[in-house]
């Protein structure tokens, strides 16, 4: 009786270990990919709202690539993509404003289409959308290829076979698969859907979360598309940026450089326009 319940107690801290392994690596796929799609690809391939040197600037083009893996998104293609985003934010030529999609799925099919185009240069963007970006064509053409992303996709597998106590947690695979796109899709649709509006502006930008702890900052786009070049995304004192923080922590360690930093300011007034 004793040995038996002893074998049931090993069990059931076995399987608690598993599971604690598995959620690690779910959470940790999720805040590293997301970190680096809006601290490089965002706040510094698209923006250039701080710099670094040539050296840190591979460094986390290499990290961008390891840890969006399987779905690893090119800076170039990005920058030109989120800069047509500004320009016509929810208008028809917007690359993916859920307000032209005719659901969640049809605009993340949209946005891979126009992303894809460019990765291949098969679409000529307007000349403003280009450079200042950072280019690693090795490092792309690897990300690109299906043998890297087959490799990705297997070493993510390998890991549920290896601690899954039960099938039912393979169903969280695809979202390792396509987690940049996902990460995309969910700031695009919610940022442009769901939330209050810090700012009246002429699209359809919102504030999803108040604590943004899903995609560390980026659902303020109401703040952001008010203010595009401030590093810090929130506005109100309620409101936290987890990536902002990192970006200061970084600045102090004089990993990147803020140079003219754009203060994004929230008033509770209406602001007067320039013709008052
Ligand atoms: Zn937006
Ligand atoms: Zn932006």
Redesign the pocket.
């Known amino acids: 009786m004793t040995a038996a319940r002893s074998r049931d107690d090993a069990a059931l801290r076995g399987s608690v270990a598993k599971v604690a392994i598995l959620l690690s690596f779910f959470v940790g796929h999720w805040v590293l990919s997301v970190f680096f799609q809006t601290f490089f690809l965002?706040r510094y391939s698209?923006?250039r709202m701080f710099s670094m040197s040539k050296a840190w600037e591979r460094f986390f083009y290499l990290c961008t690539f390891v840890f969006q893996g399987a779905s690893f998104l090119q800076p170039r293609a990005y920058a030109i993509l989120?800069r047509e985003h500004?320009a016509y934010s929810d208008t028809e030529k917007d690359p993916h404003s859920p307000h032209h999609a005719r659901h969640f799925l049809d605009m993340m099919w949209k946005t891979a289409l126009l992303y894809g185009a460019l990765v291949r240069r098969q679409r000529e963007p307007e000349a403003r959308f280009e450079g200042g970006y950072p280019e690693w064509k090795l490092l792309d053409s690897l990300g690109e290829s299906w043998l890297v992303r087959f490799a990705f996709a297997v070493g993510y597998t390998l890991v549920y076979m290896a601690f899954a106590p039960h099938w039912g947690w393979f169903l969280l695979l695809p979202a390792h698969y396509l987690m940049g796109p996902i990460h995309g899709a969910i700031v695009n649709w919610g940022g442009h859907m769901i939330g209050y509006r810090n700012f009246d502006l002429d699209d359809e930008s919102r504030n999803t979360l108040p604590f943004d702890f899903l995609t560390l900052g980026e659902l303020f786009q109401n703040n952001?598309h008010r203010f595009?070049q401030a590093v810090k995304f929130s506005v109100r004192a309620f409101e936290i940026d987890p990536t902002y923080m990192m970006i200061r922590l970084l600045a102090a360690l004089r990993v990147v450089k803020i140079e003219r930093e754009q203060i994004a300011r929230w008033s509770p007034e209406p602001v007067p326009s320039a013709a008052e």
Do not use: I, R, S, V
């Open positions: 965002h698209a923006h989120h500004h952001h595009g």
